[in-house]
Structure formats: structure tokens, C-alpha cells
């Protein structure tokens, strides 16, 4: 297996810029998210691939007996479907041997993100079993929240999608993203972001209802808009419609 080129801080333009020009500690979360901050400028960004890292292998249903390394403890869902069980041990992913969980988790980053499936290689009493497990919707998410410099749009609001009934009742659109939106961070209020309110529903953003990847007006925003800008959105609220602007922002403080 060939090794992937070595990446060092100096290679990053903007890295050395704002961080090893002024003689600052470069910290390890900075190498990927001046990475993505450099593809973003050079219109080279794939936020699936480049702002969704390391997607937790636990959205299979699998989880591990750390101690024990790749040891399967439970299986649950798409793996279990696929034939995994506790006591199995993992030994490769789509054909490349893993030893440790660096490797699988590093391999499982690789896997292309509008990939259906992926195979899984365990040992199980002394022979060899690939199991092919079926990859759930958006399995690629992670949650950025705490990243620094991050490219990802923040929009001060979290929500829940609308389930199929609800979206009947309210006669929204069946396969759109509407959702409910469930907290508001202060930070709305402070940088002036929208005035969303616990409860509105948010159907469409700048007259978009339905997108092929976002399940949530909310992540709609962050995959289809650039941090900065203000949109339009189209809500819900006390059985009302009407529009309201939003206006997102870069996560730029340092720890």
C-alpha cells in the first residue's frame, strides 16, 4: 500500500500567514481548516469531502471493544443487517488491511462520500468474512460546532426535520427539507444573525425547498452557502407564513 505524501505546516499559505509568520503555536486542528480556508479561496472546496472530516464509524452501528482494538463489541443497524457480529475482528475496509483504529477511521474518511455501500473485511473463528454494509444518508456528517477557522457557515440555530405527516399538515413540500427549529444560540441576538424563535418552522431558503443532500433548512445553509452571506428564508410561525433574512458567519476565534 502506497503512503500518502507527507503535508507540512509551511505548504499552507495561509497557515504560515496568520500563524507561523507571527510565531504562534500551530495547533493541530489548524492544518485542515487553513487547508479548506486556502481550497475555499481557490474555488476548490468539496464540503462533503474537505469540511465533513472523519465521519464517525459508530453511524454504522458499529462499536468497538477499544481495549481490545478492532474488536466488534456490538453491532447494530447497517451492520448488523450486514451480517456483523460482536467478537468479530475488523481487518480491512473496501480492500485495504486496518490494524488500529487510525486506520480504519483514516480509511473510512477516504470512502467517496456519494458512495452507497462500502466492505468490511473481519475474522471470525480463524477465516476471513467481507461484509457489505449499506451506507445510511448523510453517514458523512459530522458535527463542527467547536471547529476553529472553520469554513462552515454558522447560522446560530439548530433544528429537527419535519416528518412526513407534519409536512402534509402544513402542505409543504414532501421530499423538502423543512424543519423546526429546536434551540437558538445567543449569538443571533448579539451579531444580529435572524430572529428565529424556538418552535418556527423553516421551509425554503432563498426560495429553495428540496435539495438532494439536506434533510434540515439548517444544513441546507451550511452546504449550499458561503459563510458571509445573507439569505432569505421562508418559516412558519404560529401557523403564519413569512420570510425573514439571515445572515451567516465565520467561526474566527482562536482557544
Known amino acids: 500500500m502506497e503512503r500518502p505524501q507527507p503535508l507540512f505546516p509551511r505548504e499552507i499559505p495561509r497557515l504560515v500567514e496568520r500563524t507561523i509568520a507571527r510565531n504562534a503555536c500551530v495547533e493541530c486542528h489548524l492544518i485542515g481548516d487553513y487547508q479548506n480556508i486556502q481550497r475555499e479561496q481557490e474555488g476548490k472546496l468539496d464540503k ?6 472523519s465521519p464517525d464509524i459508530a453511524t ?5 471493544d477499544v481495549p481490545k482494538g478492532l474488536v466488534v463489541k456490538e453491532a447494530r443497524d447497517a451492520a448488523e443487517v450486514a451480517g456483523m457480529k460482536p467478537g468479530d475482528l475488523v481487518t480491512g475496509l473496501n480492500g485495504t488491511p486496518v490494524w488500529t483504529f487510525g486506520d480504519l477511521q483514516y480509511h473510512y474518511d477516504k470512502v467517496p462520500r456519494q458512495a452507497e455501500r462500502i466492505r468490511i473485511t473481519v475474522e471470525r473463528e480463524g477465516k476471513s468474512i467481507d461484509l457489505s454494509i449499506g451506507l445510511p444518508e448523510r453517514w458523512w456528517w459530522t458535527d463542527l460546532t467547536f471547529r476553529q477557522w472553520t ?3 454558522r447560522v446560530y440555530f439548530e433544528s429537527l426535520p419535519l416528518t412526513e405527516a407534519e409536512k402534509r399538515d402544513h402542505r409543504l413540500e414532501p421530499r423538502g427539507f423543512a424543519s423546526k427549529v429546536k434551540r437558538v ?3 443571533a441576538e448579539v451579531l444580529k444573525s435572524h430572529e428565529l424563535r424556538v418552535g418556527d418552522i423553516v421551509f425554503g431558503v432563498d426560495g429553495v425547498e428540496r435539495d438532494e443532500l439536506a434533510n434540515t433548512a439548517e444544513l441546507f445553509i451550511k452546504l449550499r452557502k458561503t459563510a458571509g452571506e445573507t439569505v432569505t428564508l421562508d418559516l412558519i410561525r404560529d401557523g403564519k407564513r413569512l420570510q425573514m433574512k439571515l445572515t451567516t458567519y465565520r467561526m474566527s476565534f482562536r482557544k
Open 48 to 53: 462533503l469531502t474537505h469540511m465533513y472530516r
Open 151 to 153: 469554513v462552515e457557515p
Open 185 to 187: 444560540d445567543g449569538f
Open 60 to 64: 454504522l452501528g458499529i462499536r468497538l
